[in-house]
C-alpha cells in the first residue's frame, strides 16, 4: 500500500483534489472567498501536473542545480508533502473562509508561488521567459491578488491577519522544501549556498 501511494502520490492528490471541488460545487451558494479558493484548488492541479509532467521538468531544473538525480521513486513520492499542502490549503481556509487570517495564508502561497517561478527564469537561465509550472503560478498570483483585495476593500481584515497570515504560510513552504531536499538527500541549510552558485552562472 506504502509502494502504491509513493507510486500515484500526484495521481491520488488529483482525486481527492476534484472530490474537493465538485463537492464544493455542489453546496450552492458561496461566498466570494470559497469561489477564489476552489479555483486556487483547480489551480494547485493544474499546476502540479504542469511543473512535474506537462510540460514538466521544474524538478530536474532543481536536481541539476544541486547535482543530484533521484530515483524516480523518490521523484513520486516528492509530491506526498506537495499535495498534504495543497489539499490543506484547500480544504481549510474554505472551511474558515470568514477567517482573515488563514485566507492570508493561501493568497501568500499564490504570491511565493508566482515569485518562485519568476525568478525560476533567471537562477536556471531559462531561453524563454517561462518555467515548467510558471503559468500555472502566474494565475495563482491573480487569486492571491483577488483574495487580499476583497479582504482589503471590505475592511476584513486586521493588521495582525496581514503580518501573521504571510509569517505561517512562510513557515509551512520553509518545511515543506525542507522536508523534499531531505528526500532527495540534501541539507536544507545547503540550499543558499547552491542557488548563489547557479545564479552566478554565467
Known sequence: MTKFIKHYALEIYTVLAMTFIVYAAMLGELSVIQKLVVIDAFLFILHEWEEG???????????????????????????IP?????????IVPFIYHDV????????????????????????FHMK????????????????????????????????????????????????LQKTMTLMVGINYS????????QWNKK
Not at 100 to 123: D, N, Q
Not at 146 to 167: C, E, R, T
Open 53 to 79: 509532467y506537462y510540460p514538466g521538468g521544474f524538478l530536474k531544473l532543481i536536481t541539476g542545480m544541486i547535482q543530484i538525480e533521484p530515483s524516480d521513486e523518490i521523484k513520486r513520492a516528492s509530491r
Open 128 to 175: 524563454h521567459f517561462y518555467t515548467p509550472g510558471a503559468a500555472t503560478a502566474w494565475l495563482e498570483l491573480v487569486v492571491s491578488g483577488l483574495m487580499i483585495a476583497h479582504l482589503v476593500s471590505n475592511d476584513l481584515g486586521k493588521w495582525q491577519d496581514y503580518v501573521f497570515g504571510p509569517l505561517i504560510m512562510i513557515l509551512c513552504f520553509g518545511m
Open 100 to 123: 482573515p487570517m488563514i485566507t492570508m495564508v493561501v493568497a501568500t502561497f499564490g504570491i511565493i508561488e508566482g515569485f518562485v517561478h519568476t525568478m525560476g527564469i533567471r537562477l
Open 190 to 197: 545547503d540550499m543558499p549556498k547552491m542557488v548563489r552558485r
Open 82 to 90: 506537495a499535495g498534504i499542502l495543497l489539499l490543506l490549503l484547500s
